[in-house]
């Protein structure tokens, strides 16, 4: 850690257990050991809001997922984990979600240090999301069952279906909710037997580190959960194709989804998709002014932009445009932009130098395009990855602000005169993750929502996820859910059994 990044900490004051976790040399954690990278490699780990080195991770090779493939593997046909009573899985479960509870405030500390969000939503937002997706899941781990079935074949048979794990899943994880997306991937999957092996984004490991100590504190069995970091290129993509892995989840960008999403059915592995979004928002006439400005404004500058279903692309009734625009400004100048770690910041740093220039180049592209550069803009303060919550104006929707996902705090908004249009607009992008609607006239919006070509429509709020409701996407945001029953048929194979009675 160098000495800007020690000067932050002290400045906002961290614990002595987040000190304690972050002084220690990282590992990964394969078959209930803590190894590094077969050949030493390390990455260095930039902390966003100084832009100073904080610790560095292994870096795995092949051979490295080869021994996470074999645990899980090993663990799953000959280990207990399968073997256990769905209670006992349950309890451990419950188990882990106690332990990540206790350490919560911790979690978060690392969470906010390592990736640069507010430290208040890492623990409002994906800590508690992470304790809750597990106490989610644990509860299904005792309520998986097939059917009997009556055949109509002529003879005296029993007839019924079992459902069975998948086997072996390999998590791959992106950077924006790194402890949150993991446990969606991860929760489920051992709800119904599978075993584990899991990439984190190589930009923010370390929860899932501190996670895989937890793991073990929490008395799971070696080689259920196998955690990997590294480049994406090297093991992520190895993952697709492995011959040890059934299952493949990945959520992350749509070109390297579609890669993965390749190789994996080339293998004939199963796979989820849960992939990039340009979320319209419709805000209709009927609309309270205030109350959906700063709605919409949450809902784009959240995590400062870098969340898969943000509502990003605002079309607004021309009746109220002009007004809706002044109440957007002037809600988003109340957004304090901070260092994660200051509990009252709303917009913290990006991720990294390289997403902060693609959202910067992304803003220059649009003042080219010739949108109205409404509010902010701007890159902020000389250190760190700051980057200003920016609204344009006036937007056409061929620009590539409009068409492409920016992942940043930019706001593209466009008036309409009709619902048609509106609608024609916000299906006219190639994603289909999320949309929003704002109005109170509810029998108008019941007959918005079919038309809407997306996974969630919220109404009158955004991201309002949730364990027990899927979430995922349509057209080039993937396919298969995270979360909710849904999810546990991806991870369940169907096995039909028929007996033979005697007639
Ligand atoms: P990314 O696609 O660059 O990386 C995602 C993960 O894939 C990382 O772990 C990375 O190491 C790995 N990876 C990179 N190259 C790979 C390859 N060739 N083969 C296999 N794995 C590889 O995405 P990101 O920048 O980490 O995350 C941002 C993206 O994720 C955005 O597009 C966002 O919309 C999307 N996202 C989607 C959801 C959703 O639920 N739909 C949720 C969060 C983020």
């Given at each position: 850690m160098d000495a800007t990044v020690k000067h932050y900490l002290d400045q906002y004051g961290i614990s002595e257990a987040t000190r304690r976790f972050l002084a220690k040399p990282q590992k990964m954690f394969i078959g209930g050991q803590w190894v590094d990278g077969s050949e030493g490699e390390v990455s260095a780990v930039t902390e966003p809001s100084t832009q100073g080195l904080l610790t560095s991770i292994p870096l795995a090779t092949t051979t490295d997922l080869d021994r996470a493939v074999a645990a899980a593997r090993y663990q799953f046909d000959h280990g207990e984990w399968r073997r256990l009573k769905p209670l006992e899985r349950e309890r451990l479960m419950h188990r882990l979600a106690d332990l990540i509870e206790a350490n919560a405030d911790e979690l978060a500390e690392i969470e906010s240090i390592d990736m640069g969000k507010s430290v208040s939503q890492a623990r409002d937002v994906d800590i508690q999301g992470t304790i809750d997706t597990l106490r989610y899941f644990a509860g299904w781990a005792s309520k998986l069952h097939g059917r009997t079935v009556e055949p109509s074949l002529p003879g005296n048979y029993l007839a019924y279906t079992r459902k069975e794990p998948i086997g072996v899943v390999a998590a791959i994880v992106p950077w924006n909710f790194p402890l949150q997306t993991m446990a969606w991937k991860l929760a489920a999957a051992l709800a119904v037997g599978c075993t584990a092996v899991i990439k984190p984004a190589e930009l923010t490991s370390l929860s899932t580190l501190r996670f895989a100590e937890l793991v073990q504190e929490a008395g799971i069995p070696d080689g259920v959960i196998n955690i990997i970091t590294g480049h994406g290129h090297v093991i992520g993509a190895a993952m697709a194709s492995h011959?040890?892995?059934?299952k493949v989840t990945f959520t992350g960008s749509t070109p390297v989804g579609r890669e993965v999403g390749h190789t994996a059915v080339e293998n004939i592995k199963r796979v989820t998709l849960e992939l990039g979004g340009k979320s319209p928002v419709l805000v209709l006439e009927d609309a309270d002014i205030p109350a959906a400005a700063q709605a919409v404004a949450n809902g784009v500058f959240f995590n400062s932009g870098q969340v898969?279903?943000?509502?990003t692309r605002a079309y607004i009734h021309r009746s109220i445009y002009d007004r809706f625009l002044t109440a957007l400004a002037d809600y988003t100048s109340t957004l304090k932009i901070a260092p994660g770690l200051d509990r009252e910041c709303f917009i913290s740093p990006l991720v990294s130098a390289r997403q902060k220039d693609s959202v910067l180049s992304y803003i220059d592209a649009g003042v080219r395009e010739g949108a109205t550069l409404y509010y902010g803009g701007r890159p902020q303060q000389e250190e760190g990855f700051f980057v200003e919550p920016t609204i344009f104006a006036?937007?056409?929707?061929?620009m590539r602000i409009v068409q492409?996902?920016?992942?940043?705090p930019v706001l593209v908004t466009a008036p309409f005169d009709t619902v048609e249009e509106a609608i024609e607009l916000a299906n006219d992008s190639p994603f289909g993750l999320a949309a929003a609607i704002y109005s109170n006239d509810l029998a108008r919006v019941h007959t918005l929502i079919p038309q809407l070509h997306a996974g969630s429509v919220y109404v009158n709020a955004h991201s309002t996820i949730d364990p027990a409701l899927p979430f995922g996407g349509f057209k080039d945001s993937g396919f298969g859910k995270d979360l909710?029953?849904?999810q546990l048929d991806h991870l369940m194979e169907t096995k039909t059994v028929w007996i033979t009675l005697p007639s």
């Open positions: 011959p040890g892995i059934d898969c279903d943000a509502g006036h937007c056409r929707n061929d492409e996902e920016i992942f940043g909710g029953p849904e």
